[in-house]
């Protein structure tokens, strides 16, 4: 293991602190959401708060993980803190890995009501949502037993848990882009302005996951755990608050867009009648 913990957890450190911020946003969207949509189901209502608990426990294995790290273990060099990942990693590791999975099962749903029930391309979704959790969770059972950095940030289970996730990423983006674009608009009945702005905001959420799915994928590659560059570890930290984010973007979009039907619809009823039907 590297003696230089600036290498080593410098990029995590800065991952940590603006997941610490889109917590704070993912917080502001949750009680946003709890007052703006009374009338979701149950299902759903508890669907989100479980995933917001995710995020929440999550937050708290990075905040243990680091204050173990950089305050508890400074300048310590007892065998826990220089050869050994605190406890807090591995519950960071298995919380990532549900909240990304949770998100995703989301996201296969809509695609699934999108796509009026195309199982190929759901199932696809789902089964690389499944390849992400399966690596990730083992992923997650190798550092409970070694502890070791390493075989966090270098050994091939996480590696593909990163490349499914971020295919998983880019189908359901170009899933919802496909069959929202303009000249597809029959498969949903609704104004193509309303769907513009849908297809906008499922884009855009969709491809902030996907980046960052990607950048992980990516810095994987051309790290070297051996040489404790791990690189990696800034995705890491955002990414499950990045997903975090962007359901509960989607969700509380709604209220934009009916805003604007209902705007719509009182400005129709206001129009000024033409010359023909004046008595």
């Given at each position: 293991m590297v003696n230089s913990v600036q290498v080593m957890w410098g990029p995590g450190a800065i991952g940590f602190m603006i997941a610490t911020a889109f917590y704070g946003a993912a917080f502001g969207q949750y009680i946003f959401y709890l007052r703006s949509f009374p009338q979701d189901s149950k299902r759903l209502k508890l669907f989100v708060f479980m995933v917001f608990c995710l995020g929440t426990i999550h937050e708290y294995a990075l905040i243990g993980m680091y204050w173990s790290i950089l305050i508890s273990c400074r300048r310590s060099t007892s065998h826990e803190c220089t050869a050994e990942l605190p406890w807090?990693?591995?519950?960071?590791?298995?919380?990532?890995?549900?909240?990304?999975?949770?998100?995703?099962?989301?996201?296969?749903?809509?695609?699934?009501?999108?796509?009026?029930?195309?199982?190929?391309?759901?199932?696809?979704?789902?089964?690389?949502?499944?390849?992400?959790?399966?690596?990730?969770?083992?992923?997650?059972?190798?550092?409970?037993?070694?502890?070791?950095?390493?075989?966090?940030?270098?050994?091939?289970?996480?590696?593909?848990?990163?490349?499914?996730?971020?295919?998983?990423?880019?189908?359901?983006?170009?899933?919802?882009?496909?069959?929202?674009?303009?000249?597809?608009?029959?498969?949903?009945?609704?104004?193509?302005?309303?769907?513009?702005?849908?297809?906008?905001?499922?884009?855009?959420?969709?491809?902030?996951?996907c980046i960052m799915a990607i950048a992980m994928a990516v810095l994987y590659q051309v790290q070297d755990g051996g040489l404790g560059q791990f690189y990696s570890a800034l995705p890491g930290s955002l990414l499950a608050k990045t997903y975090l984010n962007s359901m509960m973007g989607v969700l509380n979009a709604r209220k934009s867009i009916r805003e604007q039907q209902r705007l719509e619809v009182v400005c129709s009823s206001m129009e000024l009648p033409t010359i023909p039907t004046i008595r």
């Open positions: 807090q990693m591995v519950l960071g590791v298995f919380m990532a890995c549900w909240i990304i999975f949770a998100v995703q099962c989301f996201y296969a749903h809509r695609v699934w009501i999108i796509t009026e029930h195309n199982r190929l391309i759901t199932g696809t979704i789902c089964a690389f949502a499944a390849t992400a959790l399966v690596f990730g969770t083992i992923t997650g059972g190798v550092i409970f037993v070694t502890r070791n950095p390493v075989d966090l940030f270098g050994k091939k289970w996480c590696q593909i848990s990163a490349v499914a996730g971020a295919l998983c990423d880019i189908l359901i983006t170009g899933t919802v882009w496909w069959f929202l674009r303009p000249a597809r608009t029959d498969n949903v009945r609704s104004k193509p302005d309303v769907l513009n702005k849908l297809t906008q905001i499922f884009v855009h959420m969709g491809l902030l996951t």
